[in-house]
Structure formats: C-alpha cells, structure tokens
C-alpha cells in the first residue's frame, strides 16, 4: 500500500477483555515499530521488529503486552486484559532499513471502559 | 537519563508571524535528532532531521533547525505562519538505534 496501514481505527473493548491490533507497514519495509500514545503524551517506544524478530522489545510495559510479525510483513499487537489505562493510540511505524527515515501510520485508537 | 523538553505545550502565533518552538535535549552525547508533526486524526510525519551532518537543517513545509551544542537546542523555526501549520509538533531523539524518544509536544495555534 502506500502507507502505513493499522486496523482497527477506533476500538471500544470492556476492561479484562483480549484485544489485537494489526499493522500492516510500506511494501518492503524490513523495519517496523510499535509506540503508544496516552492523550496529552509525546508517542512511547514499545517494540521494534527487523524482520520476523523483535530486535528490542524493552518498551513493552508488562507480560500482557505482546507482539509478533510471523513472515516480515504484518505486524499485530494483542494485549491480554485490558484495563482501562491501557486506553491510548497505538501507533505503528516501519522502515526500508535500520535508522532510515521512519514513516507512521494513523493510529489505532483504544478505549477500555 | 536522557530526555528532551518541549518549553510551552501551547504556542500561538498569528499568521505571517515568525514560529518557534523549543526544544532541548539533554545527553552528553549529540544524539540524532527530529521534528514531527500531527495533524488532527493523522499519522506523524517527519518534518526535518539532524544526524550530525549540518547544523542547519531545513525540512518541509518551509520548517527548519539549528542545532546548537553549547545551549544543547534544537528549535523549530518558520518564518512565516500559515493557517495550515496549526497541529501538533513532536521533538525527539534518538543514538541511531531504532528506539526514537518523544517529547510531549507543543500544540501550534495560527491567529488569522
């Protein structure tokens, strides 16, 4: 596609409940990264792939946050339940290459109520 | 720890005024450093890069940069509003690694 492709936009999910989001980054891109955004907050390192492995996953903030990128391409973010500070956009980003320039997408906008 | 700050979390200018927002980094190390911007309900989008080539960096939309180590600032300047330029602006920070650091951001409010 032509940009950074993250689905669902908007999800609204009951606290305790599993949730996934899905990314699906630039044609060729080896690199891609997850950040979360809290309102009023700058974007927040999660996770970065370069290709089907996690080079650094140390922004994960606890055991039910978890990633994966089977085949190098797409991406999905699954949170086990939710509580409601998990509220946040989630975004995702990828790269052609490791410290090139970094494209995003829109965004995925969480609500645990 | 290394950090960067935003100074203002709102700025307002009025249109055709100069812009500036503010940005300080703190490591004793020069990091990489960038400027994003984030329209409403939109992606961010890489306004301008500094990686140690040039200290003055221009970027898009007529934005540009200088770095400066004595102060350790990496301001955001336009010379001139437009009304387009109203989102909001990210400084962040990364040591060539993949892991970008945010600032909070600063909201930019054009007055026609």
């Known amino acids: 596609g032509a940009g950074v492709s993250q689905t669902p936009s908007n999800k609204v999910t009951e606290k305790g409940k599993y949730v996934e989001l899905r990314c699906d980054p630039i044609?060729?891109?080896?690199?891609l990264y997850w950040y979360r955004q809290s309102l009023g907050q700058g974007p927040e390192f999660l996770i970065y792939f370069q290709g089907t492995g996690a080079a650094d996953d140390s922004g994960l903030p606890n055991d039910r946050f978890f990633a994966v990128r089977p085949e190098g391409s797409v991406s999905t973010l699954k949170i086990q339940r939710t509580e409601r500070g998990d509220s946040a956009v989630y975004l995702c980003?990828?790269?052609?290459?490791?410290?090139?320039?970094?494209?995003f997408g829109e965004g995925s906008w969480l609500t645990v109520v | 720890a290394q950090s960067v700050t935003q100074l203002g979390s709102h700025v307002s200018v009025s249109e055709g005024a100069l812009v500036l927002l503010r940005c300080n980094y703190s490591?004793?190390?020069?990091?990489?450093l960038f400027w994003y911007v984030q329209y409403p309900n939109q992606g961010l989008q890489l306004l301008l890069k500094?990686?140690?080539?040039?200290?003055l960096v221009k970027g898009i939309n007529g934005f540009e940069a200088e770095f400066k180590k004595s102060e350790t600032s990496f301001h955001l300047t336009k010379p001139s509003a437009h009304m387009s330029d109203a989102a909001e602006y990210f400084c962040?920070?990364?040591?060539?690694?993949?892991?970008?650091?945010f600032g909070t951001g600063t909201r930019l409010t054009i007055i026609p």
């Open positions: 490591s004793s190390v020069p990091p990489y």
């Open positions: 962040a920070y990364s040591f060539g690694n993949e892991k970008l650091t």
């Open positions: 500094y990686t140690s080539a040039a200290t």
């Open positions: 044609s060729g891109h080896t690199a």
């Open positions: 980003a990828s790269s052609p290459i490791s410290g090139n320039t970094i494209y």
